[in-house]
């Protein structure tokens, strides 16, 4: 029987740890369709799953990696065929099914992304689960009213992947982006990607926020939660637009409604995970064309599957910059 690669997260006497496992297709969690991994990328939320941090993990074992891109192996489905070229994020994917830190994935149909035609595997993943996060807090804030006249966009956790990609979509599309970020020594990288302005997170006064602050921000990505977003919500303008995509800083929120029944602030759930299918290809879509992050897609790190457990305590510890790619097959495979 045929085994491959896979990067898998076991649970013993309440102990998780990480390990790769030679392992065969029936092995893997159900699906219709058998996809052969080419790429997959680190998230944040990967960095707290392997050994166990965040309480990611619903189910023991179950390969890592909450996005993957490669081609259609095999179908049950008749969506699909040999050589669909896919991406899979979100769902249960690395989470509670089989996930893509594995040579091959099965999965339901209904969870596929036709990748765009311009866009490679390694170009989706240099996106991947964050990238496709940032795509969907800007879409929501658009959908609620977001322009560029409304004036500046603040996003936090700036240099992460979410953060940095975020910040090139807006620049992008005319945004006065301010980026918010703990690391002064990024500065240079946040403005080289589309901030015209960096602040510094020490900067903020945080111990006492009022129910309403001067009015600044026109909208927000904040992938930090706790005082940070309590912050954002009481310095947004009137019918300002705040996504929360994260809880990297606290899950907690102690906040008021003030900013709510006062200015109209509208708090976003950006859920990237449960994204209904048809909005989910639109926005690989435009992440393809017209939201193609240049510059981030530059500046990223790839690495060989091997190298993948050396890089997570980077981002629990929050020295991560930008998007980390994980080759998983040979450049050779399509």
């Known amino acids: 029987m045929q085994t491959f690669k896979a990067y898998r997260t076991f649970e013993q006497d309440k102990v998780v740890s990480s390990r790769f496992v030679d392992m065969s297709l029936d092995e893997l969690d159900a699906g219709d369709v ?68 594995s040579e091959y994935v099965r999965v339901p149909g209904d969870w596929i992304v036709r990748r765009p035609e311009s866009m490679t595997a390694f170009d989706a993943m240099t ?34 992947g979410v953060g940095s990609v975020a910040i090139e979509i807006l620049a992008k599309q005319g945004y006065d982006v301010v980026a918010i970020t703990a690391k002064a020594r990024e500065s240079d990288y946040l ?5 015209r302005d960096v602040m510094l997170r020490t900067s903020l006064e945080l111990s006492n926020i009022r129910p309403l602050e001067k009015a600044t921000w ?16 009481a310095t947004s303008k009137i019918g300002g637009t705040v996504a929360a995509v994260g809880l990297a800083a606290d899950i907690k929120l102690n906040t008021t409604v003030a900013p709510f029944i006062l200015r109209g602030v509208h708090l976003l759930g950006t859920d990237s995970a449960n994204c209904p299918m048809s909005l989910r290809q639109t926005l690989w879509n435009k992440l393809a064309v017209d939201w193609r992050p240049d510059r981030v897609h530059d500046e990223v790190r790839t690495i060989d599957f091997d190298e993948l457990p050396t890089h997570f305590d980077a981002y629990l510890k929050g020295m991560a910059r930008g998007r980390t790619v994980v080759r998983v097959a040979a450049d050779s495979h399509p």
């Open 34 to 101: 058998v996809i052969r991994t080419k790429y997959s990328t680190i998230n944040y939320k990967d960095a707290l799953s392997y050994g166990g941090a965040g309480k990611i993990m619903r189910k023991f074992p179950t390969v890592a990696g909450i996005d993957m891109a490669g081609t259609v192996e095999s179908s049950k489905d008749p969506r699909w065929k040999r050589g669909d070229k896919v991406i899979v994020t979100g769902y249960d994917l690395g989470v509670s099914h089989d996930g893509g830190y």
């Open 127 to 160: 996106l991947g689960t964050a990238g496709f996060t940032a795509a969907l807090a800007i879409h929501l804030m658009q959908h609620n009213g977001l322009t560029p006249a409304a004036g500046p966009i603040a996003v936090t956790g700036a240099t992460g």
């Open 218 to 233: 026109a909208g927000a990505v904040d992938n930090l939660g706790g005082d940070v977003l309590a912050w954002l919500l």
């Open 191 to 195: 403005r080289r990607i589309g901030a």
